[in-house]
C-alpha cells in the first residue's frame, strides 16, 4: 500500500487510485497553499493524467462509504464531533534536545507540527524547525493507523535516522527527528484500543 496525501490534506492509496477520491467525488476546491500558487483552484479546472490500471473513484464514493463533509476518510472531525471534545490518540515526547522531557499531544486527525503558535505541535526555540508545516502526523481513525507526512518547507524531517519524503507508517518506539530534536513516538490508540470501541478484551482460554 502506498499512501500519498493531496493538496486538502487527504490520505489515500495510489495503489487503489490515481487521484484524490475524496476531492474528486466530493467536487472540492483544492488550496495548495501560499507557499506555492497562493491560490486556491477548482478540482474541474485542471486534469491529473490517470496511472495505466488505475481505479477512479465514482461520484457516489463518499455516499456509499457513508462519509460527511465534515469527516472525509474518517481521518478530521470524527471523534470529536462524536465525542464533543478532541481526544487524544498519542503523543510525541522529547527524548533528546532542548525540549528533553516535554511530551506534545497528537489527536485524531492531521497534526501540523512547527515554530508556530498556529502548529497543533509547536516547538519553540529551535529555528532548524520550520515555522510552518515542518511535519505533519496524521492519525487515521477508520484504519487505526498514524503516518508521518513530511513539510512543505525546505527542512527534513527524519523517522529513526531516514529522512522522509512521502508518508510514512508510524509504529510504537519509532524516533522522531524534528530540528535539533528527538521524539519517541508513543500511541494510544493501537489493536487494543479505540475511541470507537474501547478497549479489545483479551481472549481467554
Same mark, same amino acid.
Given at each position: 500500500?502506498?499512501?500519498?496525501?493531496?493538496?486538502?490534506?487527504?490520505?489515500?492509496?495510489?495503489?487503489?487510485?490515481?487521484?484524490?477520491?475524496?476531492?474528486?467525488?466530493?467536487?472540492? +476546491?483544492?488550496?495548495?497553499?501560499?507557499?506555492?500558487?497562493?491560490?486556491?483552484?477548482?478540482?474541474?479546472?485542471? @486534469?491529473?493524467?490517470?496511472?495505466?490500471?488505475?481505479?477512479?473513484?465514482?461520484?457516489?464514493? +463518499?455516499?456509499?462509504?457513508?462519509?460527511?463533509?465534515?469527516?472525509?476518510?474518517?481521518?478530521?472531525?470524527?471523534?470529536?464531533?462524536?465525542?464533543?471534545?478532541?481526544?487524544?490518540?498519542?503523543?510525541?515526547?522529547?527524548?533528546?534536545?532542548?525540549?528533553?522531557?516535554?511530551?506534545?499531544?497528537?489527536?485524531?486527525?492531521?497534526?501540523?507540527?512547527?515554530?508556530?503558535?498556529?502548529?497543533?505541535?509547536?516547538?519553540?526555540?529551535?529555528?532548524?524547525?520550520?515555522?510552518?508545516?515542518?511535519?505533519?502526523?496524521?492519525?487515521?481513525?477508520?484504519?487505526?493507523?498514524?503516518?508521518?507526512?513530511?513539510?512543505?518547507?525546505?527542512?527534513?524531517?527524519?523517522?529513526? $535516522?531516514?529522512?522522509?519524503?512521502?508518508?510514512? @507508517?508510524?509504529?510504537?518506539?519509532?524516533?522522531?527527528?524534528?530540528? @535539533?530534536?528527538?521524539?519517541?513516538?508513543?500511541?494510544?490508540?493501537? $489493536?487494543?484500543?479505540?475511541?470507537?470501541?474501547?478497549?479489545?478484551?483479551?481472549?481467554?482460554?
Amino acid at each position: 500500500m502506498a499512501i500519498q496525501e493531496c493538496g486538502n490534506g487527504h490520505l489515500y492509496d495510489t495503489d487503489q487510485y490515481a487521484s484524490c477520491p475524496y476531492c474528486m467525488s466530493a467536487g472540492n +476546491r483544492i488550496d495548495f497553499g501560499a507557499s506555492t500558487v497562493g491560490k486556491t483552484v477548482a478540482s474541474s479546472s485542471f @486534469s491529473q493524467p490517470a496511472a495505466v490500471g488505475a481505479t477512479v473513484a465514482p461520484a457516489n464514493y +463518499r455516499k456509499e462509504q457513508g462519509a460527511g463533509a465534515d469527516d472525509i476518510g474518517k481521518t478530521v472531525g470524527v471523534l470529536n464531533k462524536k465525542m464533543k471534545i478532541e481526544p487524544v490518540v498519542g503523543w510525541i515526547i522529547c527524548i533528546e534536545g532542548s525540549e528533553k522531557g516535554k511530551d506534545h499531544k497528537i489527536y485524531g486527525r492531521v497534526n501540523s507540527i512547527g515554530r508556530s503558535d498556529k502548529m497543533d505541535i509547536c516547538i519553540k526555540g529551535d529555528d532548524t524547525v520550520s515555522r510552518e508545516n515542518h511535519a505533519r502526523i496524521a492519525y487515521d481513525a477508520k484504519h487505526n493507523t498514524f503516518h508521518l507526512v513530511p513539510g512543505e518547507g525546505a527542512n527534513t524531517v527524519y523517522l529513526n $535516522d531516514d529522512p522522509v519524503y512521502v508518508p510514512t @507508517s508510524l509504529k510504537a518506539d519509532d524516533v522522531i527527528e524534528i530540528g @535539533s530534536n528527538k521524539y519517541a513516538f508513543i500511541p494510544f490508540c493501537s $489493536d487494543k484500543f479505540t475511541w470507537e470501541n474501547g478497549y479489545k478484551q483479551a481472549e481467554t482460554t
